[in-house]
Structure formats: structure tokens, C-alpha cells
């Protein structure tokens, strides 16, 4: 396909999160809501469908429902109804999920997204609604069997239903990273894609350019990372595409990614065809959110990433893409604001945090929460380097022994011995001794090849151990050599 062609179509994307609530407990029963036990350890006659079992709604995972429907922008129904959408499958003993269907909790709100050239684009939050999540099917292979779990029956989830705003897969991987940590802020899901906290299904059409209609879509499942979302939506963009530049037309159907061959495939058609013949939950009578109590968990909400990422470009003058970084976990933001209180250059601080912290925190695979180092230990390590007792590659050391061993920044420096030499009076020794060993470099030198200078420099750093101040010993050097 040539790059005309290309150009002549748009694509539209929405997405479909399905979102693990942390609640402690389950949403219909008091069957702890845990990940990794045994299987069918945690149930009970309610959450396993029992017949004559009622199912009576967790107060958490609704205020939680409301907490995320305010911070997602959204107008509340107050009036809360629940449905039962009726189907079969192994890993749903009821025969029906309890959902909400013509009365989602949430609906008509946005997220606001910086997407990757720097734009911020509003994508529209179409509604969110709670339910209760299903078993799971295990397949075993070699018994050439399918087993049930049903621990994870009955976990409160909250489906997040964007409008087709987004245009691109990239645009789409921007959103779910920002819903993402929205979400992760609001501490109301671990948002873990691979325990199958955060789920994502994406719907895909293609449609000319400047039609306003919207296009077949496909919808695309079995996507088990945020990478895999936007690496299938390629693919479909492009097969799309393929189809309507060859003349050919979009089915509308399910298709699964296949991770190992990078493809997405339909699925079979008889799985698919659905009618859930929903109605209302009989069991659960609908009843009214007072304002107050909405009141209450708005007052709840924390400052969110974009209020975050706002605030502190107006307060501690930080870029936009500083800002980002910082605002991305809400422990470095933490973090970096307590630096920012007893430190005056932020830059300096964000130096930091994005540099050689980050890089530790990667390499040990661990969070800011999970090491030993303050606010206070990070800001005496800077100062150290401003005061010049400490060379920038020492400062690195430092961090990385004060990580390790929980010690204080002074300790470290001295058991390790990571003050730089700046007593000229031992430095101009070296010197000497530097000069004396390499007449031919010194000769050089005095032939007017400068540049020489930095040999000499490098001999006395190592005699040093590294310790020295490689700017103070050049300055000795031109001294002794009488060249400046
Ligand atoms: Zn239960």
C-alpha cells in the first residue's frame, strides 16, 4: 500500500478497561477479595451461586465506583439499579453477572491526555458502570481437562467504556497510560495487567478521511499488556486498511491478538454471538446515593497527576517533560516535593530523581517505597556535590552505598572514602610526582600542546583514586609547568 493511500483513511479507536477494585472484601459477599491463594479457597455459597443465597451490595466498592467516576470527570447517577446480563460459561456458576445496564453509575466524562508530540487531547469517559467479576478456567493440558477457580467470582469490577476519540494505536497507549495512573493516584486498584487487575478490550474501525460516519469495527480481546494494545491495534489498523485499499469490506467481529505470531485472528463466530436478555437484579433493590455522601468522597479525592503535573510547573518551575516523569509515580512526586521543601534548585533535584535514582530503582525492579533513602539523604548528596566535597561520579557511589546499606549519607562518604582531595597542599605532591614521571608529556606541554594537560590530569586522578578535583589539579599542573 503507497503512502496516498495511507493517507486517505482515519482510524478510530475506544477502549473498554475492566478494572479490579481493592476492595477488602467481595462485591456481593464478605469472601476476602485476595490474589494467589489456592484455588476455590475463597467462597462462599453467595459468590458460588448457590440457590437461595442473596447477594447484598459492598458499601466500599460502590464509594470506590464514585470515587473513580468523579475523578474521571463523569456525571453520577444517583439512582443506583443493578441488571443481570444472562449468559453460560463454566467460570460463571449463576448463570448471569450481576452489571449495570441501563443505569451505569458513571457516564458523560473525559480524561485528558498528553499524548506523545506534546498536545493535550480530551478523550471522552462514554460511561462506567460496576459488576461483578467471573471465575476463571484453567486448562490443563496434560489431563487434556479444563478446571474452575472461583476465587476471583464476585470481585468488584468497574468497566471504563472511552468514547472513539482516540485515532491512532500511540494515542490509545497515551490514554491508557494516563487513565492508568488516575486510577493508581485514586490507590482504588493495584491496576496490575498481568494479575488481571486492569483489563483492556479495543474496539477498532477505519473509516476515508473527512467521513464523519463511523466505520465496522472489530473489536480485539485477549490483550494482556499495555505494549500488546497498542502492538495489535497496528496490526488491525493496517489489516483494515489492506482490506478497504483492495476493494474489499470489514466484517464486524471478535478478534483475538496472538501474541507469539503478532496477529490478531477472529474468533470463532458461534462463541461470540451474544444476547444477554438483560433485566433488573431482582435480589438487589435500587435505591438512592444522598448528595452528601458524594460530597464526602469528592472531598476524598487526592490532587490528581494533571493537577499535579500543573501545579508544579507553576510552583517549583519545572519543564513539562521533568514534570511527567515525576508526576508518573506517585511516590517520586512525594518524594521530590519534601526535596523541593528543604532544596531550592528543582532542577537540580529532578537531575536526580530522573537520573541516577530512576536508574536504581530499575535496576534493583523495585518502587521508591521499597528502599532506604530519605528526602533529607538525597538533598545532602547534592549539597555535597554544590560544596565540592563530593566528585559527581562519587555522588553516584554515594547514592548507591546509602540504597544498599540504609546508612546516612556522611557514614557512607566516610567508610568509603569518597571525599575528593581538595587539600592543595597533598594535591600539589601528586603533582609533583605526576610531572616527574612523564618528562615527555610535560615536554609537549611546554611545546604548546595543551591538550596534553588532560594526560597528566588523568595520571594524578588515578594516583588519587578518583578522589581528587580533576579541576583543581589542572589548575596545579599549569601552575607547576608555568603554562596557562
Ligand atoms: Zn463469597
Redesign the pocket.
Known sequence: MNQTTLQKYETVIGLEVHLQLNTRT?IF???ANVFGKDANTQ??P???GLPGTLPVLNRKALEYAVKIALALNCKVNTFVKFDRKNYYYPDLPKGYQISQYDKPIAHDGHVLVTMADGTVKKIGVKRAHLEEDAGKLIHDERANASLVDYNRT?TPLMEIVSDPDLRSPLEAYEYLQALKLTLQYLDVSDCDMEKGSLRCDANISTRELGNNQLGTKAEVKNLNSFKAVRAALEFEEKRQRDVLASGGRIVQETRLWDEAKAITAPMRSKEEAHDYRYFPEPDLVPFVIEEGAIAAVRGAIPELPRQKLERFIKEYGLCEYDGNIIVADPDIAAFFEACAGIYRDTKKICNWLNGPLLQELNARKTGLKDIRITPEDLVAIIRKVDENVLSNLAAKDTLKFVLESGKSVETVVQEKGLAQVSDSGALEGIVEEVIRANGNVVQQIRDGKESAVGFLVGQAMRRTQGKANPKMIGEIIKKQLSVQ
Open positions: 467481595k459477599c464478605g469472601c467462597t462462599c453467595v459468590c458460588l464476585g
